[in-house]
């Protein structure tokens, strides 16, 4: 079995949870998810299997979609309702006029301290487990992008939105910095991711339906997952079969001679699919060999 199977992850379940319940019932461990999840969040999870764990990593790279829900007048420890409340406001709110104008002051680039409870790294020890122990250590904002903020709405102290951004980007922690510039304090009170290109909900299946004939029906084929790659097309020779299968680095924009821009793209030799293929300074390497 190799393809991508889209999984709507349900609350109180780590990433690393489903993937434990999928290698479990499908009998195989090569099985790996494209994008944490916390417990708290919900919906789309995608999980690689068999040979489509080679492209974990360009998955993950892509957008993200959620639909979220926050709460203003305190702050927690953890930045969401699972949290110790840790400041609390009393002061006059801000009305929706304004409120609106904060939360899309956020579309574009910004620059996200990651909070203490998370899986990041510091010194090689995981920043939640410092967090735990009562260690607050300094993190480096990173630089993160919006790039849409829709059907937004203030009800009183909450606040709903769906968001588009960045990989990487924590939406709670976006929560809480709405929050820090309202004034008022805030944090994240559910969350559901709805994409994680190029999936969605739409073809999710829920974990207690797992099964090898319910993932088998459901799974999208390695080529169709990479659809947002251009497709190269080329004609082989054994000769070149020969060198690719062991791993030679050929340039095969010789034998096309293309316009390629930098990037990624999914290769096609003899109509079959080979890989993906990086194209810089008009070279085109197969960097992932998806028949071997």
């Not at 999208?220 to 030679?248: H, R």
Request: glycine share 8%; with cysteine.
């Amino acid at each position: 079995m190799n393809g991508v199977i889209v999984i709507d992850k349900p609350q109180n379940m780590t990433s690393h949870d489903v993937v434990a319940i999928m290698r479990k019932r499908l009998n195989t461990k090569k099985i790996g998810h494209t994008g944490t999840l916390d417990p708290m969040a919900t919906g789309v999870l995608p999980i690689c299997i068999g040979r489509a764990t080679k492209i974990v990593d360009y998955l993950t790279e892509r957008r993200k979609a959620y639909s979220c829900e926050m709460q203003l007048g305190s702050a927690t420890d953890t930045q969401d309702a699972w949290g110790e409340v840790i400041e609390q406001f009393d002061g006059e709110y801000p009305d929706a006029i304004r409120i609106k104008e904060v939360v899309l002051s956020f579309l574009g680039d910004i620059d996200q301290i990651p909070p203490m409870y998370s899986a990041l790294k510091v010194g090689g020890e995981k920043l939640v487990d410092l967090a735990r122990k009562g260690i607050v250590v300094e993190r480096e904002a990173r630089r993160r992008t919006i790039y849409s903020i829709e059907n937004l709405e203030v009800r009183h102290h909450t606040i709903s939105f769906d968001v588009t951004c960045s990989k990487g980007t924590y939406v709670r922690t976006l929560c809480h910095d709405i929050g820090m510039r309202l004034g008022t304090y805030g944090h994240m009170t559910s969350l559901r991711r709805t994409i994680s290109e190029p999936f969605s909900l739409d073809t999710a299946i829920s974990i207690e339906d797992v099964t090898v004939e319910s993932v088998t029906s459901a799974l999208v084929e390695i080529e169709a997952a990479l659809s947002f790659m251009p497709k190269v097309e080329l004609v082989g020779n054994p000769k070149m079969i020969e060198l690719l299968n062991n791993g030679v680095k050929l340039d095969l924009n010789n034998r096309l001679s293309l316009s390629l821009d930098d990037g990624f793209y999914r290769i096609f030799i003899d109509d079959i699919f080979w890989g993906i293929g990086e194209a810089e300074a008009q070279k085109l390497i197969l960097s992932k060999n998806m028949k071997v």
